[in-house]
Structures are given as C-alpha cells and as structure tokens.
DNA sequence: GTGAACTTCGTTTTT
DNA sequence: CGAAGTTCAC
C-alpha cells in the first residue's frame, strides 16, 4: 500500500502541469539533440517519420504531449523546416503553452519564433485579421463573448417579434453553433435545420445575426474558423501561398475535432494529385468526450481513409498508472463498440499495488465524509493534497466534498467552474475599456449604459437604438447627438451626457497615458469601482479584487487594445498552485491531467452515466459517457477509488439510486468491493425494518416540512462526522444479503445481455432511473431502511472475469406475480411483473410504476 | 427604473 | 432544494 514511489518526489512541484510534465518521464533533455533519448520504438516512430500523413493512436498517459513535442524539435533539429513553417494546433491555451514550453525546453531557447503554434481559434483570428476585408471585415474586428452574443441574438429575436419564451435566445445560439461548428453558413444549412427554428425563420435569422455581425465590425467563436474556411476556399492563391508556408502540420487531440475544425485542417493539408501531406494527428479516440458539444469521433477513424497510406502508430505502452488500473480501464471500455482497438499496458507491476477500490456509501453526505477521512489518512502517512483529487460527472457533486472540507479544514481547490474572465466584474471593466478603444461597439457600450445604475432603462436604451439605427450610427455616437436636443428627460440626458463624456476623455487618454492607469481611473471615474465599494454582498470584496488582478494582469500587454486582442482568446489564468489541495474537478475538466489518488465518487445510474446522456444520445452517448469514466480511471497513479451512494439528492428531494452499469463492466481481477469504513456503521440493516421503513417518509407534506428539517439537522455526521448512524445502520446481517438480485438476463437488440431491461434506461425523458417509490422525500432515507444496501447489485455476468458475479448471493424476489402490495405513496397494487428487486405494479390509483421492492409491503 | 416576489428548471465546456 | 431568470408592484 505505501510503496517507496509513493513518497514525494524530491523537488516540490509547484503545479498540475509542472507535476503532469515531470510525471510523464520527460527525459530532462539537457542536450539539444536529448529530444530522441529516452524515447520508446513507438515514440520514436512517431516522432521520426515526419513525412507524410500519420495517426498516431495515444491511450492515455502514453507520452502523447511528449512525442508531439519532441517532433516538433526533430524537425527543427534536422532543419526540415523553420518554425514558420510548421503549423501545430491545439484545443487549449493551456496545451499550445505546455507545448511551447516544452519545445522550448528541447531545442534550448522559447520558442518564439513558432509563430502558427496555438489553438485551432487563435490561429483562426490571426488568419481572418489578415484578411478580414474579404469577408468583409476590417482587421481591427472584434470577438464577441456569449454574453454579447446572447444580447444580440435577443435583440434580433425582438426585431422579428417572437415569443422569447417559446424561441429562447440560448436556444438560437447552440442552434447556430452547432451550424457553425460543422462549417455550414445560412445558405447551406438543411431545410430541415431552417425550419426548426421559430416556424422557419432559422435562416432568415442566421443571415440576420451575420449581416449584424458584419456591421458591428465583429466575430464570435464560430466565425474564427468558418471565416478562414470560406477564405481559404474562395481564393486559391492564398490557400496556395498557405499550402507552400506549411510543411508540417501538427494536430493535437485529433479526436476532439469538430466538422469545422476538420475542413479547415483538410484544405490546409490539401496536397496535389500524387502527392501527401506532412499531416501528424494525435488522439485518442477512448478519450473523445466532447460530442456534445459538436466533436467528431469519426474524424480521427477515418483519417486513413481521408490519406490512404497514412501510417498509423499506436502508443500503448503507458507511464502513468499500476497494472490494476489499467486492467480496470481497459475492460470497461472494451464494452465500446466502433473503437480503433489499443490495449494499454505497463511494466509498472507490483503486487503491493491496491486495486481499484469500490466502495458504497448510504447517501452523498456519508460518500463526502468518508473520502475525506480517506483523504486525511493519506495525509497522515505523508501523501500531498495536491496529489489527489476528486473527479464527478456533474459540479452539483461539488459542493457535498466542498462543504465537508471545510468543516474538516481540509485545503482544496476547485478547478473549473466559471473562469476569470467569464465573470461578471471582468466583463463589465472589459466593456468598459471596449467602448474606449471603439467607440462603435455597440455590444460592450450596451452592456455598461446602466451598470452602476445610472437610471437609464429600458426606455432610454429603446430611444437610443431608435435614433442610432435610423441615423445608422453607433450607440455612442447617437447618445453624444441626443444629448443636445430635447428627447431625454432631465435625468436620463444628464446621466448619458456624462458617459458620452467619460468616454471622449478616456479615448483621448489612450495615447498618453500608461494603459493599466487609464483602466484604473476609467473603473474610477465611472464609478464602477464605487459600485462594489458600497455592496454589501459577500462576493463584493473578491470582485475587487478580480478588478485588481484584471489592472494586474494588464502589465504584461504593452498597450490596451494589445490586451484586448489577447483577453478575447487567452482568458484564462493561473489558479494559485502553491497550497497543498486536493483537486475538486469535473470529469471532462480532468482530461489530459493525472493524480496520485483519484476519487470517483457518483457512480450510479441516471447520474453516471447520466440519464440526458442516455435520453438524447442513445447508444452512442452511453458510449462516450464510459469514455469519461475511462478517462477518468487512467487520471489515476496509483489508487483510484470509485464510490456510490445508494440515496442522493436530487432536485432537493432524496432518490434511491441504482449503482452504475459501469461497476458491473469492471473486471474481478482488477477491483475489489470495499467496505465502507467501519466508522460509518458499515451497511444496513434487514430491509424490513419496521421503524426504518416507517421513519423514511418518502412523501412529505409541505406542513411537515419543518419537522423534517429539524429531523435532518439532527441526522447523525454533522459536524465530526464520525458518528455512527446508530441504531439502524447496526445489524448482524451481512451486507450482501440484501444485495439486489436480479435473475434475469436481458437481451439488447444488438445481442449483447444485460442485467437489467434496457427499456428501463431508454425513452424515459427527464427523469432518473430510479424507483419510482423513494421519489419526493425532503429528508434521507435512514440508513438500514434498506434500499440498497448492499455493494453492489450482480447476476451471472456474460462477460467473464467481471466484477461482482461471485460477491453476491443471488437470492429470488420475496414477491411474484399477482402479489398484492402496499406502497406508501401509490397505495395498494398488484404486481405486474418481477425483475429481481424492481417490481413493476399496477397500482389502483396511480397506475403502473417501477419500483424497488423495498419499498412495498405484502398486503 | 428598481427591488421583491414568483416561476422554472436542473450535464459535461473550450474558444 | 437553490440558482437564475421573469414578472410585478411601487
């Protein structure tokens, strides 16, 4: 359990991608030709064979970032090209820096000269400034936040008159993007897709939204490729002229390219008839999370039919994690169907290694507390916070971990969640020094008229937009003219004129005066800093403080518009990395990262994988949800520790819960089912407990409300959390015994069987697979009340050597058909079909439900 | 035009 | 249950 390579590594990293880099075996590459050595075969392949197009198949923790890297340096190295002259992309800001700094450190200087090494956007806006005028941009074009974005598609949505409820903005603006994301401008968009949107109207709205654009001299995410795909495609001269400048391209996460990205990267790596691109993409296709929001798996499976004769290397020897963990990852997604097919592997075989843990908690307040503990144990035997982390489907999970924590006084750290530059004070100060540098940015002017509140509502804004649309001139402009004559009221008019001269100073300032003090006194002067000032809200002072990293950060950009230009795409920063803390995160957000000890905890139906997942992509979003658990398994060093609740609040109302299909796909060899620590009461009594069963009142009326409450608040585990659950969580009956069972076996139309019946999981909008019975409580079921108490739920499995099989007893239903029952909500039925602990019942009054048989009485 | 009551709804997120 | 957005009375 606590091997020597365990200890902490001699230099105390100072941050996850410090601590990724030199977990990965870089090789400290001191030398400037140091980039080969210590490469394996495959590695090495990859990184050498730099003509012509190949895939390189990366499982996780396979030195992915390192053979890209050290590519790039051999092509350098062996003068094959200038820095130039290679194009590399990434999906990240994050990545394209590591990547920099990495080959930095390679070739022995920064990098600098790598001027086409960036994100698939930044390099899209360097394009477009180039040749914004054929698109008809100017250069000096703006890039729209989805707050602006939001704004301006409300504002067309009104213009048309539609129902904002029926067709909500947000609506139209994943509508578009997922347009944009496959490249397709209003004219091209299906008939189908035209017609969805507002009885129609989705294209006469998209055009609107881009002629809009263009007026507003502006472009959003989308536009940063669509608009160089377009170009590239309209003038072949440039796309010769890019075609002769790129010798070597470099795609980073091949697997999270969407159709846009796509058909930029093919005619950019467009060779004539006979000839081959110097085209390296590298992915993974078991990692490939992000359908959702528009990514292509299917890029990176048909790369060798896109470049007949691409060579394909697979990196399967991996660095990262023990043989259990590996083994566990593997066999869950094997249970995927359409992969390429890599088997990760290690040398890094130890029998002292732990296995994947899993382990059940009664309810998400007992699931936090006990991983804290685990938590504080490692701590003890002199395991760093910072080597560890918490990984959940959905950040709601966050909070249970954050709120333990701190009663605990236990360091985290969460990563995610809304980052700098998203936040509303950021992007206040933002527009406010947009409209000084443009005055016709109309968005940003839009988004300050009234914040400090300066009594100009909807009935300026309208007279405004009235005035600026018929004059066509921007908003600004049309206030500084209304501001003369007689249209505002006293009030209003004093108001505008101020800001109208505010921003005449402030522009005039622009030239003279150090930027980061301008920015200061223009947050001064309009009385935006006062505005947080005098809130008394508890996020007040940490906004301004926001506002004082913001002037800050602004040091490091030598003008204000060089900032703006940057903000718009690099706006992220830094997490202050130095204290030791476990890492609260999402799966997604975990990707490419790695820890010592992972939690993940959540593994139940509905939840993981998540039932919106299974309602809207069927098959396929079943398949990238066990994507996100093995990614979320190979994030794992040395401990990974898997959990599920059989309770969880859902929507504030307690639901039993079902563990995750996903436990079952795991193999026996590699895991084993732990034991709640004994602390916590271990598991639960007879599920027939009577007092259990009658203190669980599943349905609350709103006067008993308070009384439940009071009930909750003094429901065992507040603040030490180690108090046992008490009466009902001791029994002498062995956990398992109550295990579900489930007899039998259920055929899926594909031919693959299940233990559970797939129309359980399948067609059921919105609503969690869960029993029916344990829904619309406002209060935890009592341990012992016995849903679920065992581990884990099991039957024969098919496929051999999984988890469980062994672990539980198989024991029949204590109903059968035509039993008649009692429930607590639905009242008398009678049972309708048996399907191990789930009952189907055709209740008198409430017709025919699902539900767990802990829930009904025999009558 | 603004704050307080009321309704709605509930993954994942980069740029 | 709670956040976010919306409506409604001053």
């Known amino acids: 359990m606590n091997d020597s390579s365990d200890k902490l590594p001699p230099m105390k990293p100072s941050g996850i991608a410090a601590r990724a880099l030199a977990a990965r075996g870089a090789a400290?590459?001191?030398?400037?030709?140091g980039y080969l050595s210590g490469l394996n075969d495959e590695q090495r392949d990859a990184v050498e064979s730099t003509e012509g197009p190949v895939l390189v198949l990366a499982g996780a923790g396979t030195g992915k970032t390192r053979v890209l890297t050290s590519r790039i340096a051999h092509?350098?190295?062996?003068?094959?090209?200038?820095?130039?002259?290679?194009?590399?992309?990434?999906?990240?800001?994050?990545?394209?820096?590591?990547?920099?700094?990495?080959?930095?450190?390679?070739?022995?200087?920064?990098?600098?000269?790598?001027?086409?090494?960036?994100?698939?956007?930044?390099?899209?806006?360097?394009?477009?400034?180039?040749?914004?005028?054929?698109?008809?941009?100017?250069?000096?074009?703006?890039?729209?936040?989805?707050?602006?974005?939001?704004?301006?598609?409300?504002?067309?949505?009104?213009?048309?008159?539609?129902d904002d409820k029926r067709w909500p903005a947000k609506m139209f603006a994943s509508l578009m993007d997922g347009w944009k994301n496959k490249g397709l401008t209003p004219d091209q968009i299906p008939q189908g897709d035209a017609r969805a949107f507002a009885e129609g109207r989705g294209r006469k709205l998209y055009q609107a939204y881009q002629d809009r654009l263009l007026t507003l001299n502006a472009a959003d995410f989308g536009d940063l490729l669509m608009h160089p795909i377009n170009i590239l495609r309209n003038h072949p001269d440039l796309l010769a002229e890019y075609h002769?400048?790129?010798r070597y391209i470099l795609v980073d996460e091949y697997q999270d390219t969407n159709i846009a990205q796509y058909l930029w990267l093919r005619l950019l790596a467009q060779r004539p008839a006979g000839q081959q691109p110097n085209l390296c993409c590298v992915g993974d296709d078991d990692q490939s999370i992000y359908g959702w929001r528009g990514a292509e798996v299917d890029n990176i499976l048909r790369f060798e039919k896109d470049f007949p004769g691409a060579k394909v290397i697979r990196l399967e020897r991996n660095y990262r994690s023990t043989q259990?963990?590996?083994?566990?990852?593997?066999?869950?997604?094997?249970?995927?169907?359409?992969?390429?097919?890599?088997?990760?592997?290690?040398?890094?075989?130890?029998?002292?290694?732990?296995?994947?843990?899993?382990?059940?908690?009664?309810?998400?307040?007992?699931?936090?507390?006990?991983?804290?503990?685990?938590?504080?144990?490692?701590?003890?035997?002199?395991?760093?916070?910072?080597?560890?982390?918490?990984?959940?489907?959905?950040?709601?999970?966050?909070?249970?971990?954050?709120?333990?924590?701190?009663?605990?006084?236990?360091?985290?750290?969460?990563?995610?969640?809304?980052?700098?530059?998203?936040?509303?004070?950021?992007?206040?100060?933002?527009?406010y020094f947009r409209v000084t540098v443009q005055p016709a940015d109309d968005l940003a002017f839009e988004r300050i008229v009234n914040t400090p509140k300066r009594g100009l509502g909807d009935v300026a804004i309208k007279l405004l937009h009235e005035y600026a649309r018929a004059k066509n001139i921007p908003l600004l402009a049309a206030a500084g003219e209304l501001i003369e004559g007689e249209e505002f009221k006293p009030r209003p008019r004093a108001a505008l004129a101020e800001i109208v001269h505010?921003?005449?100073?402030?522009?005039?300032?622009?030239?003279?005066?150090?930027?980061?003090?301008?920015?200061?006194?223009?947050?001064?002067?309009?009385?935006?800093?006062?505005?947080?000032?005098?809130?008394?809200?508890?996020?007040?002072?940490?906004?301004?403080?926001?506002?004082?990293?913001?002037?800050?950060?602004?040091d490091d950009y030598d003008s204000l518009p060089g900032f703006l230009e940057h903000i718009a795409l690099v706006m992220d920063t830094e997490q202050n990395e130095s204290m030791d803390a476990v890492s609260i995160m999402t799966l997604h957000s975990a990707k490419g990262l790695e820890f010592e000890t992972v939690f993940l905890p959540g593994w139940e139906e509905g939840l993981f994988p998540h039932q919106r997942s299974l309602d809207e992509g069927g098959r396929s979003g079943l398949e990238e949800e066990r994507r996100l658990a093995y990614v979320g398994l190979t994030r794992g060093k040395k401990r990974v520790k898997i959990w599920f609740v059989s309770n969880r609040r859902i929507h504030g109302l307690w639901q039993s819960t079902i563990p995750s299909r996903f436990l079952e796909e795991l193999p026996e060899a590699h895991v084993e089912v732990a034991e709640a620590s004994s602390s916590y009461g271990g598991y639960g009594a007879s599920r027939w407990d009577q007092d259990a069963f009658s203190t669980s009142s599943y349905q609350t009326p709103g006067w008993k409300r308070a009384q439940a409450a009071a009930q909750a608040g003094g429901y065992p585990g507040g603040r030490d959390g180690r108090i046992s659950y008490g009466e009902n969580g001791v029994s002498g009956s062995n956990p398992r015994d109550n295990a579900a069972r489930r007899a039998d076996k259920y055929i899926n139309r594909d031919g693959t069987t299940r233990n559970e019946p797939a129309t359980g999981f399948a067609g059921r909008m919105n609503e969690p697979y869960v029993a029916q019975a344990s829904r619309g409580s406002n209060q935890p079921p009592r341990k012992g009340a016995g849903l679920y108490s065992s581990a884990i739920a099991g039957g024969p499995r098919e496929i051999s050597g999984e988890l469980i099989a062994k672990s539980v007893a198989e024991t029949p239903s204590q109903f059968s058909e035509g039993d008649r029952v009692f429930h607590l909500k639905f009242g008398n039925g009678t049972v309708a079909i048996v399907d191990g602990n789930k009952l189907t019942v055709d209740f008198d009054k409430a017709g025919q439900k699902r539900v767990l048989e802990g829930f009904v009485q025999p009558i």
Request: aromatic letters at 6%.
């Open 28 to 33: 400290p590459a001191t030398t400037h030709a």
């Open 502 to 554: 505010n921003f005449r100073r402030w522009g005039e300032m622009v030239t003279h005066m150090r930027h980061t003090d301008l920015a200061e006194t223009i947050l001064e002067e309009s009385g935006y800093t006062a505005m947080w000032q005098n809130d008394r809200s508890a996020e007040a002072p940490g906004r301004l403080d926001n506002l004082k990293e913001l002037i800050r950060s602004m």
């Open 244 to 246: 002769r400048r790129f």
């Open 75 to 162: 092509i350098l190295a062996t003068k094959r090209a200038h820095p130039s002259q290679i194009l590399a992309v990434t999906f990240t800001n994050k990545a394209a820096r590591e990547m920099k700094h990495r080959i930095g450190h390679m070739v022995g200087q920064e990098v600098e000269g790598m001027p086409w090494l960036g994100t698939f956007h930044s390099i899209g806006v360097k394009m477009l400034r180039r040749h914004a005028e054929l698109v008809g941009l100017r250069s000096n074009f703006t890039i729209l936040d989805t707050d602006d974005q939001i704004r301006l598609i409300k504002q067309l949505l009104q213009a048309e008159q539609l």
């Open 324 to 431: 259990h963990i590996l083994g566990a990852a593997a066999h869950l997604i094997a249970h995927n169907e359409g992969r390429l097919g890599k088997t990760l592997f290690t040398d890094l075989v130890d029998p002292e290694h732990d296995k994947v843990a899993v382990t059940n908690a009664w309810d998400s307040e007992e699931e936090a507390r006990a991983i804290g503990e685990e938590i504080e144990q490692l701590q003890r035997k002199g395991h760093a916070l910072n080597d560890m982390a918490i990984l959940v489907r959905a950040s709601f999970q966050m909070r249970g971990f954050e709120d333990r924590f701190v009663t605990l006084g236990l360091n985290y750290r969460v990563i995610g969640g809304p980052r700098f530059y998203e936040r509303m004070e950021i992007r206040d100060a933002l527009a």
